[in-house]
């Protein structure tokens, strides 16, 4: 099979699993949502999830992947299996201790860890609830990291969609735990005045983390994994990780950790209450898109650009580079005009139920139009940086993405200042789209003027089109939302149907445009779509 596809196929695998977590992931904000609404709980909540959430997203999304796999790789191609697998014993076991050495102090220095992500904040005493709640989260910091591992290591296999199904049985663990039958019983261990659904929905999180790694032991150990105990810091190849792991889990994740400065400010006391919560929607509506698609092409590239480098073939690498960045701007493009056209109806639909209010919604849907407008940055964030990780080089992306992470501060501290009453809650939410169109700029410069031509006039012919067809999509969709009054319609199921309605016809307008344009990505995504057959419980089982 062909490079491109191979990264389909592995692509379309992690595509269609990722869509059923990514309706998981929903149904898990919509019960916090409904339970907690925009309130000082759900502030407390999401504040206390942010850095367990951080890890576990930027983890799994390929940061710790981005050291451990080009390392790996080049075990499986120059060395023996069971060299190989020492290897990964030894990382295993490394990163549990150190991990558990971590969690051991996030949980013992809980009231200080808030204390500093509500700097901006006028009430200490308002964020108590989440120091508690943050007590209960931050273990899962161990289990998150070694599932993120573990998935990293089945993926050199080009094992796929076990790992990228785990996320939904976390999912699942939260959402049981938001009904009444397993929270009631839950609270009873709780104190008194900390009382609310928001502690089962934190010991969920901890007992979907767990899920999440023993979903994956069983198939580690048959590919030949030993789970004994063994620590080692003196490896080669556990200290060329090592050398790696920190650039790399700071470059890849700084769209996760420009995430958490924007909690940081979010939480000033200047902003309306509930901005945490709005940031926190704003981003899992985004991430429907985002998510599908860019995340799981990105999984299958790392594996796939590490091999090609291991064995020379670097005008490969760039090539697969080039179709990953144009299939995944064929989507995330219209996706972002969509988001912003529709984002109002779209947050009502999904969220607007039980405490979650119609000013929650006009809180969040002004987030998320300021989110919007970097989704194509975000995007290409995820595919441009595992391109830098198989060449082994990590510090690059980590300090373009100091630079940006920089820009971000900067800009929300002047949003904050000089345009509050323009921007509001959105604020954080533009000073991270800026930051990520700079950072990608910057490594798309880098890396052409280091390794040669990426096809940047290619790429650009591919984008215009796309911009066209998604332009002319937006206005349709544009006229359909101002003739339709969404905004009167009062019943639920009406509203669902007119949104449908309104998506499906932006969609196939989109898609009739670029077949008039002749876009090549259209037969590209549809050759996607193919490949992504539900995977039987056989193949599911084996990783494949």
């Known amino acids: 099979m062909t490079t491109k596809g191979q990264l389909l196929k592995s692509a379309s695998v992690v595509a269609l699993v990722t869509v059923i977590s990514r309706i998981c992931g929903y149904l898990r904000d ?174 969920g999180i901890l007992l979907g983390a767990v899920v999440q790694l023993g979903m994956q032991i069983p198939a580690l150990v048959r590919r030949g994994m030993n789970l004994l105990p063994r620590i080692s810091l003196s490896d080669p190849g556990v200290r060329k990780v090592g050398r790696l792991a920190a650039p790399a889990f700071f470059g890849m994740g700084v769209y996760q950790i420009n995430m958490f400065i924007d909690t940081i400010f979010a939480a000033s006391s200047r902003m309306p209450e509930g901005s945490i919560t709005s940031l926190y929607v704003a981003d899992r509506v985004m991430q429907l898109a985002l998510g599908s698609y860019a995340v799981a092409m990105s999984t299958a590239l790392l594996p796939a650009m590490s091999h090609q480098w291991a064995a020379g073939q670097w005008a490969e690498m760039k090539r697969t580079f080039g179709f990953s960045l144009r299939i995944v701007s064929f989507i995330t493009i219209p996706a972002a005009i969509g988001l912003i056209l529709l984002r109002q109806p779209i947050i009502q639909v999904l969220f607007q139920h039980g405490r979650f209010t119609p000013e929650s919604t006009a809180l969040t849907a002004r987030a998320l139009l300021y989110y919007s407008l970097g989704l194509p940055a975000f995007a290409g964030m995820k595919l441009i940086a595992p391109m830098y990780y198989a060449t082994h080089d990590t510090a690059t992306p980590a300090k373009t993405g100091a630079c940006a992470l920089g820009l971000n501060i900067a800009l929300n501290g002047l949003f904050l200042l000089f345009f509050f009453r323009a921007l509001s809650n959105g604020s954080p939410a533009l000073a991270s789209s800026i930051a990520a169109y700079f950072n990608f700029g910057a490594l798309f410069f880098l890396f052409r003027r280091r390794y040669g031509q990426l096809g940047a006039r290619g790429l650009l012919q591919s984008f215009c089109k796309i911009a066209a067809c998604a332009v002319g999509m937006g206005l349709a969709a544009y006229g359909v939302l101002h003739v339709s009054h969404f905004e009167e319609v009062r019943h639920v199921l009406t509203q669902i149907g007119l949104l449908a309605g309104m998506i499906a016809a932006a969609v196939c307008i989109y898609f009739a445009l670029a077949w008039l344009l002749r876009c090549e990505e259209l037969g590209e995504f549809f050759l996607l779509l193919r490949k992504a057959e539900p995977p039987t419980a056989e193949a599911v089982e084996s990783g494949a």
Not at 161 to 172: D, H, K, Q, R
Request: hydrophobic share 60%; aromatic share 14%.
């Open 30 to 203: 919509q019960r916090i949502a409904l339970l907690l609404g925009t309130s000082p709980a759900a502030d407390s909540f999401i504040l206390a999830f942010r850095i367990p959430g951080l890890i576990r997203r930027m983890a799994g999304e390929g940061s710790l992947g981005a050291s451990f796999i080009p390392v790996f790789a080049g075990y499986l191609h120059d060395e023996s299996a069971p060299k190989a697998w020492a290897f990964a014993q030894k990382i295993f076991w490394d990163v549990a201790f150190a991990l558990a050495a971590l969690a051991l102090v996030g949980t013992v220095f809980s009231r200080q860890l808030i204390g500093f992500l509500t700097i901006f904040g006028a009430q200490q005493g308002h964020w108590q609830l989440a120091v508690y709640l943050n007590r209960i989260i931050f273990p899962a910091i161990v289990f998150i990291g070694l599932a993120a591992l573990a998935a990293s290591i089945l993926n050199s296999f080009h094992m796929f969609a076990l790992p990228a199904a785990t996320p939904i049985f976390f999912n699942l663990a939260v959402i049981a735990c938001s009904f009444a039958v397993f929270y009631r019983p839950i609270l009873r261990w709780a104190p008194p005045e900390y009382r609310s659904p928001a502690i089962a929905l934190a010991v």
